[in-house]
T-cell receptor, first 110, second 115 residues
Framework: QKEVEQNSGPLSVPEGAIASLNCTYSDRGSQSFFWYRQYSGKSPELIMFIYSNGDKEDGRFTAQLNKASQYVSLLIRDSQPSDSATYLCAVISGTYKYIFGTGTRLKVLA | GAGVSQSPRYKVAKRGQDVALRCDPISGHVSLFWYQQALGQGPEFLTYFQNEAQLDKSGLPSDRFFAERPEGSVSTLKIQRTQQEDSAVYLC?????????????FGPGTRLTVT
């Protein structure tokens, strides 16, 4: 079992819809969770981080964390074609080591 | 600087050559990380520095890989006797000035192709 699991996609949503991206992790002791966006040929760009159970909103993005279920998700409201990218979930294992999932490819259809 | 910079952006090496990849982190960032990203995969941890100290090198795939950060700022990842399986994007990231488990900011990466 991989330490951080994501569905590789592609996840296709129409423009204006809500995109829901999911991630599960195996280390129950993990405390810090991150979502990165990676455009093709570019490096990962941090879009959200969440440390506490519940929801955290930033503009069109909402991160949701459920430590009991070892589950973190990212919702993108009013999806735009420019949101089309690979979304990487990352979890800190121990005190500093980032473990990344393989990423979910999102396609927003105009 | 404004962000993490890496050089070269692209490197083609013949199998068996040595390469050196450079990372210049955000000014004042204590922690620096190197990752390897294969096509279609997420970044894989290679090594971690806090200032000049290499605290974790557990992700380095073989003893052909070596990293250093002698003055606690610029870091170099060296790969000796490159093999085709070393072809990947090598990413460098740095964190918040006080170090610790903060969000990481990535450089543009170096794409290494071994022929």
């Amino acid at each position: 079992q991989k330490e951080v699991e994501q569905n590789s996609g592609p996840l296709s949503v129409p423009e204006g819809a809500i995109a829901s991206l999911n991630c599960t992790y195996s280390d129950r002791g993990s405390q810090s969770f991150f979502w990165y966006r990676q455009y093709s040929g570019k490096s990962p760009e941090l879009i959200m981080f969440i440390y506490s159970n519940g929801d955290k909103e930033d503009g069109r993005f909402t991160a949701q964390l459920n430590k009991a279920s070892q589950y973190v998700s990212l919702l993108i409201r009013d999806s735009q074609p420019s949101d089309s990218a690979t979304y990487l979930c990352a979890v800190i294992s121990g005190t500093y080591k980032y473990i990344f999932g393989t990423g979910t490819r999102l396609k927003v259809l105009a | 600087g404004a962000g993490v910079s890496q050089s070269p952006r692209y490197k083609v090496a013949k199998r068996g050559q040595d390469v050196a990849l450079r990372c210049d982190p955000i000014s004042g960032h204590v922690s620096l990380f190197w990752y390897q990203q294969a096509l279609g995969q997420g970044p894989e941890f290679l090594t971690y520095f806090q200032n000049e100290a290499q605290l974790d090198k557990s992700g380095l795939p073989s003893d052909r890989f070596f990293a250093e950060r002698p003055e606690g700022s610029v870091s170099t990842l060296k790969i000796q006797r490159t093999q085709q399986e070393d072809s990947a994007v090598y990413l460098c990231a740095s964190t918040h000035p006080s170090g610790g488990t903060y969000e990481q900011y990535f450089g543009p990466g170096t794409r290494l192709t071994v022929t």
